[in-house]
């Protein structure tokens, strides 16, 4: 089974633990000797989303946007977004060079083609911006692939 994620960035602490919690549920519901998960790995739900994958036994592929994607993403995330990126059985890429909302939805929908399924850690709110968790999973309800949304009683959004 190969589970993508989607997810808003910039979650407060308070609701990190239950959205952690809520991924690992999805992620231990699977057998982890045919698990993969893909992602882009920017901080929050992509990051945990493989942190779980790889502590339950699990595959992992890492869908780069952009060559300067990891440049964009706040610097105390650089040493996690590097050791998962090490992590990864396989690396995909854009090809894209600036790390734009068009290289992060071409990133996502590349994610969206190379899964069985997508785990959508959302709102249900629209996107704050082209690229965002909605424009994902309205994308990967396009191509026919079933979304599975985690929003756990109590999260927020900054």
């Not at 993969?36 to 920017?42: K, R, Y």
């Not at 709110?125 to 985690?150: E, I, K, N, S």
């Amino acid at each position: 089974m190969r589970l993508g994620i989607t997810g808003h960035r910039g979650m407060p602490p308070s609701s990190e633990e239950a959205v952690r919690v809520a991924l690992a549920e999805v992620v231990q519901g699977h057998d982890p000797g045919e698990l993969v998960g893909v992602s882009c790995i920017a901080d929050g739900p992509d990051a945990w989303f493989v942190e779980a994958v790889l502590a339950h036994g699990g595959r992992v592929e890492v869908v780069i946007p952009a060559m300067e994607y990891r440049e964009g993403l706040p610097e105390e995330h650089h040493a996690l977004y590097d050791e998962l990126l090490r992590r990864a059985a396989e690396v995909h890429s854009t090809g894209m060079k600036e790390s734009t909302s068009k290289a992060h939805q071409a990133g996502s929908e590349m994610l969206v083609g190379l899964a069985d399924e997508l785990v959508a850690v959302w709102d249900g709110l629209p996107a704050r911006g082209y690229g965002g968790t909605a424009d994902v999973v309205a994308y990967a309800r396009g191509a026919d692939v079933p979304v599975r949304v985690v929003w756990p009683e109590g999260a927020t959004r900054d």
